[in-house]
Each structure stands twice: as structure tokens, then as C-alpha cells.
């Protein structure tokens, strides 16, 4: 995949005369590395930042005799991104609930937070299932009490999973419900609490407000933020404000299975120096997988393609050891094929080493339960049992010819080549196809812009609604509760006002 980036640049490199880098070239070259990136969802800022500091790195440099610009600019591009992911830093969720289990600090709390439909649900479930399998107790948090069916969709995750679910009723203030799981955890000597929180657009402020009680009240361990990877942009506008507003520890990226482009990895660890634990890839509970950056990275910059299959088959999860928690409740599912029993020669994510032990009927992937809430995603690929198909070789393709990398973009474009045709004519028709490019995704982009305002003022008002529909409730609630006190202190008063006879009383009355 990096192949053709390599030949886009090997234009410029020949154009110099392999000689030194100008800013004439440079900024062509960077030109078209811009818009790779940007359409493969890499922020606008980001794509800034990584220019600037190739043209300040790069600008001016003499090349050595038979070194070739491509590849100097290539190796820097490399590094650069790989010194982004070096200062997000690594995030084990396994190893970190070990840890505080073999100290005996109490259970493990982590929060969920993310907007709605990012599979924020599902990610619970799946980190539950990860966690079980691991051989953690969880006990799973049902904190969205504002969405209609989000306590039934989580409480039905659960009970597939053989997970203690901890719920309240719709309307009641989901730190409550965290501090009621923690608590239970505590009792129970239960090792991780998940707490799903209600999805909220970052812009409603009074959500936000209420995620931030919730981190108060029940001071996790860690934050997770959960974000759809098929949003592109707006998944990493949504983790700018998530991160001011909760400073989460970390991110799970969902749907990578959905033709994501892989970019907005790369924007939240350069915007929030906080690192991918995980990534979803797909729907069932072991598709899910932990992030590897330096095989992320080595995919995006070596030459072999990888497809999501392989993806997929990367990760095995471990078999679950024998359920520990009483509470449990058992439930025999009809295991479907295993989806992840493969290890690929080549996988983008690493597996997490575990250790051995045997595989039981109750350990195999199981299907999620419908969700409530409408799917997103496109249908994702249900994985072959077959081995993962073999890496693909790069074939050369007609000119101009687009042609979409593993994820849908990254670095992925075809750069037209016309070997034999006029060298100025064809840098000049580039030329011309970069700026319909750039007003290509500018527009893009406003349209972009103005849909998340209008589904954000959308969200907002009903934010509001449903604000206004708990105070209501709240107030009615309240007005019952004081009548009813009001009729019991009357009737207790009444019967304080019964005035007791003695024999003298009678006696006097009678006279
Ligand atoms: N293909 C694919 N689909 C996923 C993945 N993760 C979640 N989904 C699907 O995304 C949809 C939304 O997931 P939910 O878990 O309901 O999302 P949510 O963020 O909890 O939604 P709210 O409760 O509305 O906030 C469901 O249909 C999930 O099955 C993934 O990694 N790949």
C-alpha cells in the first residue's frame, strides 16, 4: 500500500535531481501527503502539525548519492507517526485490573463514555466477556438510564455473558447506579466494575456535566472513551471535547471492521497523547482486539496489504476459565463458529499473550443480542472459519485508477503514472487535480460540518426533552411523596387531637 505513496513522491525525488530538498517540491509533495491523510480521516490539525514538521525536518536536506527523497520523506513520515503513538503510551486493561487484584485495592472501576451509537454497549460487553475470560470477576454497571431499552440491552449482554448486572430505573442519576455496583463489588470481593454511561453529543453541556458527577462520584480507575471509527472527523471532535470535559485514559475504537480508514487513530493519540487500548471488529463478543501501534504502523508503511479477515483472526481471546462469581447466572448458548481461532501470519494488531487453558462449550463466541438501538455500521463480514486468506501481493493497476488501501484510505490512493508522456504536462494536470481535490474536500467538509451542527442541535434539543421529562417526573414524584406525608401527618395529628376521658371528666360532664 505504501508502495504507491512511495511512487508519488519518487516523482519529486527524480525532479530534484537527487540532490536537496526545496520548498518548491516539499510543498507539492506535502500537498498530496495532505490530502492521503485527509481523506483518510487524519484531523485537519494533525495533518497540520505532521506537515510543519516535515518541511522543518526536511527542508533543505542534501541527499547523499543514491539516496533517494521518497524515501528519506517516507522514513521521517514514519517516525513522526511512530513518536505520536510512543507518547500516547500503552493501555492494558487485563494487566491493570491484575494488578490492583494482587495488591487487594478493591474492585477495578472503568467508565464507559462515548456519544450514542458509537457501540458503546457492545464495547462493555465485549471488555466484560475479554475480562471473564481472563479469569476477572465484573460486575457491569447499567448507568445509561436515559436511553429507552439501553438497561435491557446491556442486562441481556450480561446474561449471556454470565455477568452480575447492577440496574436502577429509568430516570434515576447514574452515578447512583455506580455507586451501587461498586459497592456490590466491594461486598462481593468482585475484581472489575464496567459502568456504561448514556450516550451524549459532546456539546450538551448539561450531559457533560452529568458524565463528569459520574466520574466524581464513583472515581474510576480509568475512562474509556469509545469511538466510532466510520465517523471519521466527528469521532475525533468528539474525543477533543470528551477529553477536556473527562480527561479519559484511553480509547476503544469500534466498527475498524466497517471499512474505517484507520486515520482517526492516529488524531486521538496525536490530540490527547492518550492510547487505542482496543479496536472492534465486529459484532460478536470475541471481536474485539487490543491495539498494537507498532504493527499499525508497520502495515501502514510496509508494502503488504492486510484484509479485515486477517484482522479479525489476529487476536484469539483466552478461554474462559470456570465462572467465579456467585452471582452468576448460567445460561447454554449454541456456540457459533469460532471467529477469531486463527492467528494470522501478519496481523495489524498484536495478540495479548495469555495463558493456556482449556476451551469449554460456554468459552465460544456467541452472537450479540440485538441492539435497540439502529445499527450503524454496515453489516459487518462474519468471519470464515477457513484459515485468513494470504496477504496480498501489489498488483499494478490502469492509470487513475482509485483503488481503497485496508482501510478504505489510508496512504491508499492511486497516484496516476504516465511514464512515456510529457513530464511537465503531467505534473501540470496533477497540479489541477490536487486543487479540484483540496475544493473537493473542502466542500466535503463544510457539508460535514454543517451536518454534525444540525444532528448536534438535534441531539441538544432532545437533551433538553428528555431533561425537562425527568423534572417533570421528578417534580410529580416529589408532590406525591409530600401529599402522602401531608394525608399520614394528618391523620396523625387527628388522632393527636382524641381527648381522653378520665372518670372525673365524666363525672363533671354528667353534672
Ligand atoms: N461492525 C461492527 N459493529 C459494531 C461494533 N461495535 C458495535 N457495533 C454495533 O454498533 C451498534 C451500536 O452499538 P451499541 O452498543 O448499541 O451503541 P451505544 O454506543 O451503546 O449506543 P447508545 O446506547 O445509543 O449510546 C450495534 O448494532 C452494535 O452491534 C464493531 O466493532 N463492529
Redesign the pocket.
Known sequence: MFDKLKKALSGAAKSIGQKEINEKILDETLLDLQIELLESDVAQEVVDDLSARLKKDLLGLKLEKGQDASQVIESKLQEIVAGIFARAGRLDIVEKIRAKKEAKQGPFVIVFL??????????VAKVGNLLRKSGISVVVAAG?TH?AG?IE?LTQHAERLSLKVIAQRYGADPSAVGRDAVDYAKKHYIDAVLI?T??RMQTSKNLMDEMSKIVRVVKPDIKLF?GDSLAGNDTINQAREFFQYANFDGAIL?????DAKGGAAISIAHLTSKPIAYV????GYD??IPFDPDKFITSLFGSAAVSVQDLMSAAPLPPSPPATEPETRQEEVEPRPATAAVASGSPIFAPRAVEEEPITKDDHDRD?PP?P?P???SS?PSPPPSPPSPPQSYVPEPAREEKKSRFGGLFGRKKSSDDGGNEEKRRREEEEDNRRRVEDLNRRKEEDEERQRRKEEEQRRKDEEQQRKREEEERKRKEKEEKKKKRKDDKDSSKDEVVYLTDEDIEDLLK
Not at 254 to 258: M, R, S, V
Open positions: 462515548g456519544i450514542n451509537g458509537t457501540g458503546k454497549t457492545t464495547t445509561d436511553r439501553a440491552q456504561d448514556a450516550g469509545v469500534t466498527k475498524i471492521d466497517a472492534g471488529v465486529g459484532q471481536d474485539m450479540l441492539s438501538s445499527v450503524q455500521a459487518p
